[in-house]
């Protein structure tokens, strides 16, 4: 059974920084294609970033060169390095990998 495990979510000040992470079990992340979905409260959830299995990253628009996506095969856990953090990156931080959703980390962008 995949499980996705989301952690590092928090109340941070404009243009702090938060780490995100996401644990895997039933699933190796080095051989799969990762992404980090994010959802603000009353809007659609949106695609952050990615990381391919060959270790190639995407990212939206509005969080380049803010966010790092990475991960660590020997933890088998994806990461969001999140700097210069806006008001507007409030939302709930969701890892995917194929169809499985993790639970959610809550991010609070607020002084």
């Known amino acids: 059974q995949v499980q996705l495990v989301e952690s590092g979510g928090g109340l941070v000040p404009p243009g702090g920084s938060l780490r995100l992470s996401c644990a895997a079990s039933?699933?190796?992340?080095?051989?799969?294609?990762m992404a980090w979905y994010r959802q603000a409260p009353g809007k659609e959830r949106e695609l952050v970033a990615t990381?391919?299995?060959?270790?190639?990253?995407n990212y939206a628009d509005p969080v380049k060169g803010r966010f790092t996506i990475s991960r660590d095969n020997a933890k088998n856990t994806v990461y969001l390095q999140m700097n210069s953090l806006k008001p507007e990156d409030t939302a709930t931080y969701y890892c995917?990998?194929?169809?499985?959703w993790g639970q959610g980390t809550l991010v609070t962008v607020a002084s």
């Open positions: 990381i391919t299995s060959g270790g190639i990253t």
């Open positions: 039933g699933i190796l992340v080095s051989f799969r294609d």
């Open positions: 995917k990998v194929l169809t499985i």
